[in-house]
């Protein structure tokens, strides 16, 4: 069986894993707060956020059994093509656009600090 495929997307600050033919009117949401996470079937077709994914957020991801699922994902705005888990995915997220997401965080707390 082939692995399902997902797009990888950063828009500055917002992030996407989302399957190819998303539509958005099928799914429903996965109980979990931090990704946002919708499914149909059962299984995960898209996972977003405003904010860089923390460690706490990867951690309770690992608590759903739909982030373990094997697929193939592609990041759209550099190519780069790599297959595991959803897992792996906000991983490979919190390493390459953390900091530009960070920056958003810093400039939240300061903020709120007035």
């Not at 600050?13 to 996470?37: A, C, Q, R």
């Not at 705005?77 to 900091?99: C, M, P, Q, V």
Request: proline share 2%; hydrophobic share 35%.
């Amino acid at each position: 069986m082939e692995n399902r495929k997902f797009n990888i997307e950063y828009l500055g600050i917002e992030w996407f894993i989302e399957v190819s033919n998303y539509d958005k009117d099928k799914t429903k949401g996965l109980k979990i707060i931090s990704p946002i996470t919708s499914v149909i079937d059962g299984k995960i077709a898209q996972v977003f956020d405003i904010l860089t994914p923390q460690q706490e957020d990867i951690e309770e991801a690992k608590e759903y059994k739909e982030f373990y699922e094997i697929c193939d994902f592609e990041v759209l705005s550099n190519g780069h093509k790599f297959s595991g888990t959803f897992i792996d995915a906000l991983e490979y997220i919190r390493a390459n656009f953390g900091s530009h997401s960070q920056i958003y965080t810093e400039f939240s707390s300061l903020s709120q600090k007035r």
